[in-house]
Structures are given as structure tokens and as C-alpha cells.
């Protein structure tokens, strides 16, 4: 086994147990096991480095476990938070664990491994007494300790926020689902982003207690840009995995957009391609390329939505750069049609172009569109508009859709039928 070999290599190590190490890996032959917090109803563009990582372990024929947060769900984790989390009902809980169910399904089925095993924590503590749970996971843990984690330290220390009882015990309930799946399912590894750490800690800690056995942890780093920043939100807010909720197109535009200070380490931690190739591409291609971009792009979008979904998103976004859309098939189209604004008019109807910008929202007055105009800010398939009664139909030639480009970023579709 190699996985942890893999990892380092790429930079994807940040914290991890001094005795673990590839050889005991293949040895104990142990599951691994990284948990989800259902705060949304899809996982983001930050998960794909625990879920990347989780598949470059099974892969190399290495069990798996996806854990669902159903009950500490419903408390939150304070870890990373500046402020109380709003509590969420049941239901709405239990929704999202579904639907991450199904999302991190999904993702696996695109990848030959061992089947995951996907557990939620709520089927054991649904039953569990308070009083047995103080009684034999509470007394292990030294209040002192728990205070001095950064994570509740900050909290205590903001008195405009401070923490509640709630986020504070968050820490066992983490600790106890690691001690649950070492009985259960003989896990000895927890992986988990870096911000985990001191909950991985807890844990390992807990079994050594109970059963006088060393199991392992190991962190990721958080997908952050070169400045430090949390990578996975857009102007838009959090990039996510669920296409409903960022179209396939979208996606593969966010990570196009990805900066050249950015690019070449997230190919390392987000792509299969070897250490040599990242390298080799990095000083044959120039930025004004965006070759690496692309490649990057390209890769993960078919990693989370299908090659075939990947390929349509690629020309989707090379003919909204170049302006044409005549050489696309009606898929294609209806992808845009899904992610930028559109409209669908009469191809027997005069499309004027001063109407039809206004309807899409590209300008608000006819005045304003022709001093666009004026100063060539408007082309339609890459052609420029010169006079605003220009009717759009003319430049539909072999196709049936029109891109209409409102200066270099502001992007437009009509479907003429």
C-alpha cells in the first residue's frame, strides 16, 4: 500500500499519529473512516480533498467508511466557528443525511474499490441514556483539556459569543463515534480535515482508555487559495457538488478561474495526474494558456458529474469565450440555457437587439444600450454589434442559438425556434 506515501508527496499530509505507516495500513488492513456534518444538502467543493483522499485509499483496495453526522448534526461542530450554529430540526437533518447518502454513493460508483460502508450516528445515540453516556464516555474526558483547544478557547475568550453546552460537548460525541466504529467495524484510522485534529485526538485517546489499543489519525489540509482563504466560494456563495445547486457548467467555470498561484498545487491534491506530469505541464504551459486550468477543470468535473457531462461543460464554456454556438448540439444548449441568462424567442419574430438585451437583463434602458454599442461593448458570436435595431436572427446561421457577449464577462443566450 502507498497511501500514505501518495498523500505526503502531494502535500495532502498536514497532522497525523507518529507510529502510522503504509506497512502497518497493509497490515491491520484497517478501515478508514471520515465524517460528514449534514450542514447543507450537498457536500462543496472543500469536501473533494477527504473525499478524494478517502478514494485514493480504497483504490488500493482499502475498506472505507463514510460516516453521517444524524445526531451531532442536530448540535453542531464548534471547530472553525466564530459564532453559535442555528439548530436544525430532525427533519430537516434527516433529509440532508439522505441526500448526502446518495451524493457520496454516487461519487464511489465512478471508481473500482471495496463498496463503502455508510453509517449515521444518530443509530446509536437515539437509544443511549444520558446518564450511561456521562457515566462512561464523560468521566474519560478532562475538562482542563478540552478547554484548552483552540476552538473552544476563541469562543470562550469572545464574550459577545462564548459557547454554549451544546457545541461544547460536541467533542465527545466525536471521540465516541471512533470508539463505536473500533468495536463495530475494527476501524483504526480517522482522517478528517485539519480543523479535526484535536477531535481525532479525543478519540484515540478514548479507545486507548477503554481497551488499552493504539489506533490512528491523520489530518488533510482545508482547500484553501495561495492568501490563505477557504477555496469553494464564488460571488455566488459555496461551489457545491450537487449539480441542482451549481450546474455542471458552473463547476467546471469555477475551477477554470482557479488563480496561476493556485493551480499547480490543487492538480497535486485534487487530480490523478502524476507528480512528473503536474510538474512538466507547470513550465511547458504559459498562464495565458490556461492550459493547467483546464486540465484541472476538465479532470474534477468528470470526477463528480461523468466524462460525458465534463465534455458538454467544456464546450459550453469554449463557446461562450469564443462567442459561437453554431457547431453545438441541442445538449449542449440546454446546459447553457441552465447557466446563464436566457432567453427563447420566435424565429419568425424581429429580435431586435435593443429589446433583447433589456428582457435579459443586460441593460436598463435603451440608452444605455447604445452607448454600449457606441463603445463596441456588444457582440453577438463574437461579431460586434454596431446599431442598436440590429435584429439578432441574422447571426443564427447553421444553429438555432445566439450568444450575445455584454463586454468580456457578461454573457447572454437566445434560442431562436
Known amino acids: 500500500m502507498r497511501f500514505l506515501r501518495d498523500l505526503e508527496i502531494r502535500g495532502l499530509i498536514n497532522q497525523k499519529t507518529p507510529d502510522i505507516t503504509d506497512l502497518r495500513l497493509q497490515e491491520t488492513r484497517s478501515p478508514l473512516y471520515v465524517g ?17 483522499s478517502m478514494d485514493r485509499y480504497r483504490r488500493q483496495g482499502g475498506q472505507v467508511i463514510t460516516l453521517f453526522g444524524g445526531a451531532t448534526g442536530l448540535i453542531g461542530d464548534p471547530s472553525g466557528k466564530d459564532e453559535e450554529r442555528q439548530l436544525e430540526s430532525e427533519e430537516t437533518v434527516r433529509e440532508r443525511v439522505n441526500s448526502l447518502q446518495n451524493q457520496v ?19 446509536w445515540y437515539q437509544g443511549m441514556a444520558l446518564l450511561t453516556f456521562l457515566r462512561d464516555i464523560g468521566k474519560s474526558f478532562s475538562v482542563n483539556q478540552m478547554l484548552a483547544r483552540e476552538s473552544i478557547r476563541s469562543r470562550i475568550e469572545d464574550r459577545s459569543q462564548g459557547i454554549s453546552y451544546t457545541e461544547f460537548s460536541y467533542a465527545l460525541l466525536q471521540a465516541y463515534d471512533y470508539l463505536y466504529l473500533f468495536e463495530h467495524h475494527g476501524c483504526r484510522l480517522q482522517m478528517g480535515a485539519s480543523d479535526q485534529w484535536g477531535n ?3 478519540g484515540i485517546d478514548l479507545i486507548r482508555r477503554n481497551h488499552a489499543v493504539s489506533v490512528d ?72 494558456t490556461r492550459e493547467l486550468q483546464r486540465r484541472l477543470a476538465l479532470w474534477l468535473t468528470a470526477r463528480v458529474h461523468g466524462e460525458a457531462v465534463a465534455d458538454m461543460a467544456r464546450r459550453a464554456s469554449e463557446a461562450m469565450f469564443y462567442g459561437t454556438v453554431e457547431q453545438l448540439d441541442a445538449e449542449v444548449v440546454e446546459m447553457l ?26 441593460a436598463k434602458s ?27 436572427r441574422k447571426f443564427s446561421k447553421n444553429g438555432s442559438a445566439v450568444i450575445v457577449s455584454k463586454g468580456k464577462s457578461s454573457k447572454f443566450l437566445i434560442v431562436f425556434e
Not at 435603451?366 to 439578432?392: F, H, P, Y
Request: proline content about 5%.
Open 36 to 52: 460528514f456534518d449534514p450542514s447543507a444538502p450537498s457536500l462543496h467543493a472543500g469536501s473533494l480533498i477527504p473525499l478524494l
Open 105 to 123: 454513493r454516487e461519487f464511489f460508483q465512478r471508481t473500482d474499490g471495496p463498496q463503502p460502508i455508510f453509517c449515521n450516528n444518530i443509530n
Open 200 to 202: 481525532i485526538c479525543s
Open 217 to 288: 489519525g491523520l489530518t488533510l489540509p482545508l482547500l484553501t487559495n495561495a492568501a490563505g482563504k477557504k477555496y469553494g466560494k464564488s460571488e455566488k456563495g459555496a461551489v457545491w457538488l450537487d449539480p441542482n445547486m451549481t450546474t455542471p457548467f458552473h463547476f467546471y467555470q469555477f475551477w477554470l478561474g482557479t488563480d496561476d498561484k493556485d493551480v499547480e498545487r490543487f492538480l497535486m491534491w485534487l487530480t490523478d495526474y502524476s507528480i512528473d506530469e503536474i510538474r512538466a505541464w507547470a513550465t511547458t504551459f504559459s498562464s495565458e
Open 337 to 362: 440555457i441552465k447557466a446563464v441568462p436566457s432567453l427563447r424567442l420566435d424565429r419568425n419574430k424581429e429580435a431586435l437587439a435593443v429589446d433583447v438585451l433589456i428582457k435579459l437583463g443586460g
Open 366 to 392: 435603451k440608452g444605455e444600450v447604445r452607448r454600449l454599442i457606441a463603445q463596441g461593448g456588444l457582440s453577438a458570436n463574437s461579431t460586434t454589434i454596431s446599431d442598436a435595431l440590429t435584429d439578432l
